[in-house]
Every structure is written in structure tokens, then in C-alpha cells.
């Protein structure tokens, strides 16, 4: 009987095995295999193939393609018995959404040396067992772990990367971490630990990369930091230590990344990096500092990103910062710099190229116009950003006049930012509607050869309207500002208006829209993909936002660092600014996606107003919207100041790399007062039948549009001479802009469409009609000024009858901007929307530059709601 049972045995050994050791193959061992069981159900791995050995490679076992970030497999050592044993090594488990907790039962693959569970959807606590591993490297990074770390995992000496970055880890750290003698990675950012660094840590030599960001340390930062002179990363954002900045870290010279911002304490000194020649990225913002920029930063000439801002910096820009025209990035924002924007740092952003080709116009008035106008792309590598931003730059020099030039960001950079107006220098050009005057596109590029902000030829088409909505419509100061933050134009409750926000915004960008107010965009998004080079987010929740206001939470702006909404010309008095928040870049499943937690700062006028505001937490979900009101807003020089920065908090790599940072949907900001009347006490809303009002009105606008247009026939009728045929040309354009449309009867469509009905449309015509009158080729028909008055004031009778002056036209001029008018038609009846320069659509203008025939791109964009900013400084 036994002899039976014994020969069964041996035949299915014999079957089982024989083919295998045939092969060659050798087998991972039994017990591994069951622990892998084990550990599979415990994390929630269910689609491991055990029919297979786990040491074979199989699909299920090794991924067949290993994209970065999603690797899959399990890997083995099979080199143990004479090359008949394998023992598990490494497990790889990444963005697999697993759902389970992290197993202990890992103790039993005894030669197991890396666990990497990234971006998963484990939960639970590290396991204290795994410190009889031989591990070397432990990656829970992204998920949902809790607890603290164990002490006993300093008694793996073999360790030398320990990533716990993302979770929601807790408590101090211990002290025994200090004994990890092999260590070489600790990646701790974004959890939620307390108390000081422990002085063991200085033993920590062999460490080359330390974040320790987005936490709730106290103390000071350590000076043993300067112990770790292997150190090439050294990351303390947002950590809650507070300064100095030790000025031992100057002795890491291997340091090629060091990031640190928002630290607490007091103000102290730059502190000394002249040593540390190999930095790529240097970030030391909202540290307190104070004094002049050391001058030794210019000899740091590898530098990619330089981030100073938000710091109480003075004095000049050193002169050998020349060295780093090689930076892709330059941050200075929100300092108290002083002296002249050195030329080099505007002129070396400005790797330009237009976007078109005007066979007629030489290349010296092509440079002319890249630089006064601004219609201009990067070339040659990708484009240098420098923000200059918040800082008291010597006012009065053409560099600073502007908002915007090229790649630089110069909003508030004039030591004469504040006056008795309330609106910083750059804007004087945007000066309250009841102070605006005009100057000539001439007048611009003589005064100003860098006149970006000034889109001629991107917006000729609607320059025209933009008179008549700036001078007409809107004289009184505002009480009400709406914005659709990263949106396009929507009514919502009937009857609120929000403005368009589309402009694709960047690094440095000052954007200012026709409606009185603006925003300042800073910083880009670090360690991210191109994809992540994104200011405007599409709503991607999964749960869709059922609400009045729903149209409002379709996009929303996003920024890396700091975005400051600037409204201008609003009445003094209380406000009531209600900010609307819904998170849609994150998910609502349980997957890792749903695990980003975004934290940032908001201030009015200066004042903080939400502290580590966290948009999920605030609206109980994501998807959801929620808005909250700031009352008793204080304006006293017609000006409000929305800013939104990100303060080091929050994740930073969730779902991938590069998603963080402030999300704003819409602002609104709304008098808690009767604002005044325009018509000395009559309700706004009231249409009052005198014509008092109405006259002044029509005085000024008039006037203005009177005197353009006369100009332009001077120009045309060569009375005024030119610094280039670009000039010319904008005249030729915008008369023939009028032309045509009167030719079709459409004079109306000067007339801003968003305006809607509500205005006099017998009073735009008469100032329309004026306007022709005075520019009519015929010296017996323009009218004398005491007529355009007695005609404007509603005195004398316009003639029905307006003379046609298209004879000055050329023909083949009128007729391309027919073509072209009828093309911008049709895309407007289309719905078209705002394109971002680089959807610049191309259509043929023949003969618009010269009598010959050119082929040129078109120059102006495809839709009716792009924003432009009229300079008239």
C-alpha cells in the first residue's frame, strides 16, 4: 500500500516538475508564492495569474510595456541554488488604483529589496514589520496612508530611498531615522507633521535629495543641514519651519536644486550661496529677506529658474546679472527694487516673430512693429519670462510705462504706483473713463518702441467700437465688476453679466481687458510636463454642477504660484466680493486621482482673507460649487486687489506632476450702496428724456472719434508724414473699417454687440453721422465746429443725407476688407469664441498694403469677444 502511494507521489512530481526542469526554468519558491496570494489580496491586486509561476515573466507578472510612472512587475533573483531557486525582489505596483491596505505579509518574501506602491488608493499604516527587510527602497508615495512612521524602520540599514510623499501621515519624526546610515533619498513633502527636524538627522551624510515641503514643522530649519554635503536637492516649501535660511547651506556645493518659501520668523539677511556655482533652479521666495540681491547670484550661470519674489529685497538689479540671460525664468515679484529696468532683461525676452509676412513693409518696419504691437511669437527655443511685477522701479522710463513687454511682466513696478488716482503707473494709459484722452498709434512708437500692450492690427476691426464703448457708454466710475474666470462671456440669474477671461495667460503676463479691470499671472509650473503649462482648466469632474450658476464652473483660471485680479475705476465705498470655487481637476472615485489636495491664500486689498483654503474640503466634495462672499470691502482709491497664491501647501504631483496651485472660477465685486446717478439723481435704470447728458456725452465721444478720423484722412491725403507704411496702414484700415459698413448699411455694428440694446441707437447715429460729415472729402460739406456742436447737442438737424467719401478708397482695398468683413461675419453668427494667438486663422488681403497684389495672413482673429487693452497714456 505504501509502495502505491509512494509511486502516485513520484508520477505527479514527475509530471508537474519534469517539463519545467526541462526547460531549464527555475521556480520561484512555495512559500513566496503564497505569499504573494496573500499580499495580492490585501492590497487589492486581483489579476495575478498564480496558473503561472510569478518568477516567469508572464503579463499578468511583468507589464509588456513599461511607461514611466506606470510600471508593472514583479521581479526576481533567480540566481540562488545553482540557478534553480528565484526569491522576490522587487514589487512595482504604480497608478494601479489599488484599493486595499499595505501589507505586512511582505515580511515573508525574505529577499525582498524594493516596494514601490506609488499613486495608489492604499490605505492604513506602514507596517513596523517591514524593518526585518532587506529593503532598500520604500515608495508609498500618493496614496492615503496614515499614522506615523514607525521608529523600526531604522533598522533597515540597507536603506537608501524612503518616498512618503502625499499621504496624510502624521505625528513627529523619529528620532532613529537618524541611524539610517545608507540613506540617500527622504521625500516627505505634503503630509501633516509636527515638531522640530531631529538632531540625530545630522547624521543623516549620505543624504543627496531631502523635501520635508506642505507640512506643519516647527523651529528653526537646522544648521547641521550643512552636514549633508552629498546634498544635490534640498526642497523646504511651504513646511512651517521658520528662518533665517542658514548660511551654512552655502557649503553643499553640490547642491543643483534648492527651493525654499514660506518661512516664518523674522526678517533676515540673503543668506551666503556664492559657493554653489551648480545650481540649475534657485527658489528662496517668502523668506523675509531683506537688503540689496547679492552679486555673486550673477555668477551662478547655469541657473534655469531664479525666484526671489515676495521678499522685502531693495536696491538695484546687479549689473552682472547680465551673465543670466541664459534663465528661463526670472522672479522678482513683489520686492522693493528700485533704480531703471536694466535693458538687457526686457530686450533678452524678446525672441520675436510675427506671425505673418507683408511682402510691401521692409524688415526694419516689420522690427518697428514686432515691438511697438506686440503680435509676436517665440523663436529659437522656448520663450524667457521674467516678472518684474509689485516692486518701486524708477518711474517715467518707456520700460515701466507699459503693463506688459514681451515675456516681462511689468504690472506695479513704478515707485509712483499709488496716487491721488488709486492706479498704478503702467496703467495711466487706462486711466478712469472721465480722464481718457487719445494719442496716435505715431505718437505711440516715437515715445514708445516697446507698445505691446497696443493690439492694432488684433483687434483694428473692433477699434472703432471700442470708442464708442469707452467713450460713450461708460464715463461714470463702476460699482459692479463680473468675471468668468478662464471662461467665455455668460448671463447667469437672468440678467448678470460676466466678462470674458480667455487670454491663455503664461509665466509672466499681465492681461488687461476693455472693461476696467486685470490680472497679473506668475510662476510656472515646476517639474511638470508641457501639458501642464495650462492657466485655463476644463471642467473634468465627473460630477457635474447642478446650479443656477452652472455656466460659470464650465473653466476656470488656474496659477503656479501667484494670479492677482486688478479692478480699476469702481466708486468708493463698502464692496462685497463673493469669490466662486468648484475643484474640477480632481476626481471623485477612488482611484489616486480623487487623492490631490489643492491649498493656497487669498487676500483682498491686502488683507488675508482665506488661509490654507482648500476648494474640496470648503464645498464638501469635488464637482461642487461653492461661492464665499468677503463683505465690507474697503475701496478708497477706486481700485480693488483680488490675489491668490500658492503658499508650498497642498500635493503637488496629483494625479501627475504639475497640478497645483490657486483655481479661481468667477469673482464678482458689487457696491453694498446705492451707487450715485449719472443724470445728477436719477436711478441708472430710469431712461431720462433730457438731453443734457446725453450732449456731453456726445461732445466727448464725438470729439474723439471726430478727430481720429480726420487725422486719418490727413495721413491718407499725405498732410501728416509717416515713420513707416505700417502707420499708414493702420489709417487705411480703419477708414476703410467705416466705409465698408456704412457701404452695407451696418453702421450700427460699430456698436459693441455686448452691449446689447441697451442704448440710444438714435443718438450713436447722430454721433456716427457727425463723424462722417467731418471727414467728408468735400471741404463744402464738412460741417464747421459750431454746427458739430449744435448737431451733437440735438440744436440743428443732422442731414439726412451723409455723402459717400468711399471715392478716396482704393477699390481693391475696400473690396479685401468687404471679404474679410463678411468672413468675420459669418464666424461671429457661428459663435465663434476667443482663440489664443497660436490659432491665428490665414485668409488672402489683396492689395491692402500697396496698389500691387500681396498675399499676407491674416492679421486680425476670427471672433467678436477677443479683449484688447487701448492705450492712451
Known amino acids: 500500500m505504501f509502495f502505491h502511494h509512494r509511486l502516485l507521489f513520484l508520477s505527479l512530481v514527475s509530471a508537474i516538475c519534469l517539463p519545467i526542469f526541462a526547460s531549464g526554468a527555475p521556480l520561484l519558491e512555495v512559500s513566496e508564492v503564497e505569499a504573494l496570494k496573500e499580499i495580492g489580496q490585501k492590497l487589492g491586486k486581483n489579476d495575478w495569474n498564480f496558473e503561472v509561476d510569478p518568477c516567469s515573466r508572464e503579463e499578468s507578472w511583468v507589464a509588456e510595456i513599461q511607461t514611466n510612472g506606470f510600471e508593472k512587475n514583479v521581479s526576481c533573483d533567480c540566481s540562488f541554488s545553482n540557478a534553480t ?57 500618493g496614496n492615503q496612508l496614515t499614522g506615523p512612521i514607525p521608529k523600526d524602520l531604522a533598522n533597515i540599514t540597507t536603506l537608501k530611498s524612503l518616498v512618503l510623499e502625499f499621504n496624510q501621515l502624521s505625528g513627529v519624526l523619529p528620532p532613529e531615522l537618524g541611524n539610517l546610515s545608507s540613506l540617500e533619498r527622504l521625500y516627505l513633502t505634503s503630509n501633516n507633521f509636527t515638531g522640530e527636524l531631529p538632531k540625530t538627522f545630522e547624521k543623516l551624510t549620505t543624504l543627496k535629495e531631502f523635501l520635508i515641503g506642505g507640512n506643519n514643522f516647527t523651529g528653526k530649519i537646522p544648521d547641521f543641514i550643512q552636514n549633508w554635503t552629498n546634498l544635490t536637492r534640498l526642497f523646504i516649501q511651504g513646511s512651517g519651519l521658520d528662518g533665517p535660511i542658514p548660511s551654512g ?4 556645493k553640490k547642491l543643483t536644486d534648492l527651493r525654499i518659501s514660506d518661512l516664518n520668523g523674522n526678517d533676515s539677511n540673503f543668506p551666503l550661496l556664492e559657493n554653489l556655482i551648480n545650481l540649475e533652479t534657485l527658489i528662496l521666495r517668502s523668506c523675509n529677506l531683506i537688503g540689496e540681491i547679492p552679486l555673486y547670484l550673477g555668477n551662478i550661470t547655469q541657473l534655469k529658474t531664479l525666484d526671489l519674489s515676495f521678499n522685502k529685497l531693495s536696491g538695484v538689479i546687479p549689473s552682472n546679472f547680465t551673465s543670466l540671460e541664459i534663465a528661463t525664468y526670472i522672479y522678482l515679484t513683489g520686492n522693493l527694487l528700485t533704480g531703471q529696468v536694466p535693458g538687457w532683461l526686457v530686450n533678452s525676452r524678446k ?34 519670462f521674467s516678472d518684474l511685477s509689485y516692486n518701486n522701479f524708477t518711474a517715467g522710463l518707456s520700460e515701466v510705462s507699459n503693463c506688459q513687454s514681451g515675456a516681462v511682466n511689468l504690472f506695479a513696478t513704478s515707485s509712483k504706483a499709488n496716487d491721488t488716482t488709486g492706479i498704478v503707473s503702467c496703467l495711466k494709459s487706462s486711466d478712469c473713463p472721465q480722464n481718457k484722452f487719445m494719442r496716435s498709434p505715431s505718437k505711440a512708437c516715437q515715445s514708445q518702441k516697446e507698445e505691446e500692450s497696443f493690439h492694432y492690427f488684433k483687434e483694428i476691426y473692433f477699434l472703432v467700437q471700442s470708442f464708442l464703448n469707452c467713450y460713450f457708454f461708460f464715463q461714470a466710475l463702476n460699482y459692479h465688476l463680473h468675471i468668468n474666470c478662464g471662461g467665455k462671456e455668460v448671463t447667469v440669474d437672468g440678467n448678470t453679466r460676466y466678462d470674458a477671461d480667455t487670454d491663455v495667460a503664461g509665466p509672466s503676463k499681465f492681461f488687461i481687458s476693455r472693461n476696467y479691470w486685470g490680472f497679473s499671472s506668475t510662476g510656472h509650473f515646476l517639474d511638470g510636463g508641457s501639458s501642464s503649462e495650462t492657466y485655463i482648466r ?48 480632481f476626481n471623485d472615485d477612488k482611484t489616486y486621482s480623487s487623492l490631490g489636495r489643492r491649498i493656497f491664500n487669498v487676500y483682498i486689498q491686502g488683507k488675508l482673507v482665506l488661509k490654507d483654503f482648500n476648494i474640496e474640503v470648503a464645498a464638501d466634495g469635488v464637482g461642487k460649487a461653492i461661492t464665499i462672499p468677503i463683505v465690507n470691502v474697503s475701496v478708497t482709491s477706486n481700485t480693488v486687489e483680488i490675489r491668490f497664491i500658492w503658499a508650498g501647501k497642498g500635493t503637488t504631483a496629483l494625479p ?9 472660477s468667477a469673482i464678482s465685486v458689487d457696491a453694498e450702496f446705492t451707487p450715485p446717478s449719472e443724470g445728477g439723481g436719477t436711478p441708472p435704470s430710469e431712461k431720462s428724456s433730457s438731453i443734457t447728458a446725453g450732449a456731453v456725452i456726445g461732445i466727448i465721444a464725438g470729439a474723439v472719434v471726430t478727430i481720429i478720423l480726420i487725422l486719418g484722412i490727413l495721413w491718407w491725403k499725405g498732410c501728416l508724414r509717416w515713420e513707416s507704411t505700417l502707420e ?93 468683413y463678411q468672413y468675420s461675419r459669418e464666424q461671429s453668427n457661428e459663435g465663434s469664441t476667443s482663440q489664443s494667438q497660436s490659432q491665428i486663422q490665414s485668409m488672402s488681403i489683396d492689395g491692402l498694403w500697396t496698389g500691387s497684389s500681396t498675399s ?18
Open 538 to 585: 476644463q471642467n473634468s469632474a465627473i460630477r457635474s454642477i447642478n446650479d443656477s450658476q452652472a455656466p460659470l464652473y464650465m473653466q476656470a483660471r488656474l496659477s503656479p504660484l501667484s494670479l492677482t485680479y486688478y479692478g480699476f475705476c469702481l466708486g468708493n465705498g463698502n464692496y462685497t466680493v463673493k469669490l466662486y470655487f468648484a475643484e474640477i481637476m
Open 856 to 873: 499676407a495672413s491674416d492679421l486680425y482673429p476670427v471672433n467678436l469677444d477677443s479683449e484688447y487693452l487701448i492705450t492712451t497714456n
Open 656 to 664: 501627475n506632476k504639475g497640478v497645483y496651485g490657486p483655481l479661481i
Open 351 to 384: 525672441k520675436v516673430l510675427l506671425t505673418y509676412l507683408v511682402s510691401s513693409v521692409d524688415s526694419a518696419s516689420v522690427h518697428e512693429f514686432c515691438l511697438c504691437y506686440g503680435n509676436c511669437q517665440c523663436i529659437g527655443g522656448p520663450c524667457k
Open 85 to 141: 531557486v528565484c526569491h522576490v525582489v522587487s514589487i512595482m505596483l504604480k497608478s494601479e488604483n489599488l484599493t486595499g491596505t499595505v501589507p505586512p505579509e511582505l515580511t515573508r518574501l525574505r529577499f525582498l529589496q524594493q516596494i514601490d506602491l506609488s499613486r495608489n488608493y492604499l490605505s492604513g499604516t506602514i507596517p513596523p514589520e517591514w524593518s526585518s527587510l532587506p529593503l532598500v527602497n520604500i515608495s508609498l508615495l
Open 249 to 252: 547651506i552655502g557649503a553643499l
Open 728 to 820: 499708414q496702414a493702420l489709417v487705411h484700415l480703419i477708414l476703410i473699417t467705416v466705409h465698408v459698413l456704412k457701404e452695407k448699411e451696418n453702421l450700427m455694428d460699430l456698436v459693441d454687440p455686448r452691449l446689447g440694446s441697451d442704448f440710444n441707437k438714435k443718438e450713436v447715429m447722430v454721433m456716427i453721422n457727425v463723424a462722417l460729415l467731418c471727414t467728408a472729402t468735400s471741404s463744402a460739406v464738412r460741417p464747421t465746429m459750431s454746427s458739430v456742436v449744435s448737431m451733437l447737442e440735438g440744436r440743428a438737424a443732422v442731414p439726412d443725407s451723409i455723402p459717400n467719401s468711399s471715392d478716396s478708397v482704393d477699390e481693391a482695398k475696400l473690396e479685401a476688407m468687404r471679404n474679410y
